[in-house]
């Protein structure tokens, strides 16, 4: 199967910081990324949807201002979680599509992320 | 409110025997259902899907069964195997296989020797 990988697995910041996670789509081209979020004892839950140059689209009660989206290239997308909270520790899973299809959507390892 | 729902956190086999882990939805929309696997530190990977237009699909030793009118779904996994151990999730989407996924909260699966 295609490779996704993300960068960081895991992340320490302080209160207040920005930290960004990458995506990348190690052996393919991917037309649409996915960001998801899965917090302890739930179901990862998608947070925004990218497509190679354009803007994201974020799913209700998810702040496209906090949550910065790049998918800049189509083997590349970015999620900055800015001024970081101890609310926003959680486990951020990305996938990647080649055509749009859920069979075809490759998951990435997920970045465990702390606050302090 | 959870849509998809796994109510059971953890199953335990013995190898050789069958695996039957449990899915019921709500949204009476969801018309694509998916069963992804998940081996500690990697992402999910996807394992086998079917349409609400069919009542069970079979991939080698994996079969999901589909029940409309009950809105549960079940993966069978015949002779169950050591490598098998992971934590599997269920996904529905509405639209068909171009909706959006929504994740059950997973079951842990272990086969034991």
């Known amino acids: ?116 | 409110d959870q849509q998809v729902k796994q109510n059971s956190p953890s199953l335990s086999v013995q190898e050789g025997r069958i695996s039957i882990l449990n899915c019921d939805y709500t949204n009476s929309m969801f018309d694509y259902f998916l069963w992804y696997k998940k081996y500690p530190a990697e992402g999910p990977t996807f394992l086998i899907s079917i349409s609400s237009i069919k009542d069970k699909n079979e991939d080698g030793r994996f079969t999901v069964f589909l029940n409309k009118s009950a809105k549960h779904l079940s993966l069978h996994i015949v002779p169950s195997q050591p490598g098998d151990s992971a934590v599997y999730f269920c996904a529905a989407s509405a639209r068909g296989s171009q909706g959006n996924l929504i994740f059950g909260k997973g079951t842990k699966l272990s086969v034991k020797p």
């Not at chain 1, 992340?11 to 789509?25: A, D, F, M």
């Not at chain 1, 949550?67 to 951020?92: G, K, M, Q, R």
């Open chain 1, 1 to 116: 199967g295609a490779v996704v990988s993300q960068h960081p697995s895991r992340v320490i910041c302080k209160s207040g910081t920005s930290v960004k996670i990458e995506c990348r789509s190690l052996d393919f081209q991917a037309t649409t990324m996915f960001w998801y979020r899965q917090f302890p004892k739930q179901s990862l839950m998608l947070m925004a949807t990218s497509n190679e140059g354009s803007k994201a689209t974020y799913e209700q009660g998810v702040e496209k201002d906090k949550f910065l989206i790049n998918h800049a290239s189509l083997t590349l997308s970015t999620l900055t979680v800015t001024s970081a909270h101890p609310e926003d520790s959680s486990f951020y899973i990305c996938s990647a599509s080649k055509d749009g299809r859920k069979e075809t959507q490759y998951f990435g390892p997920g970045t465990r992320l702390l606050v302090l």
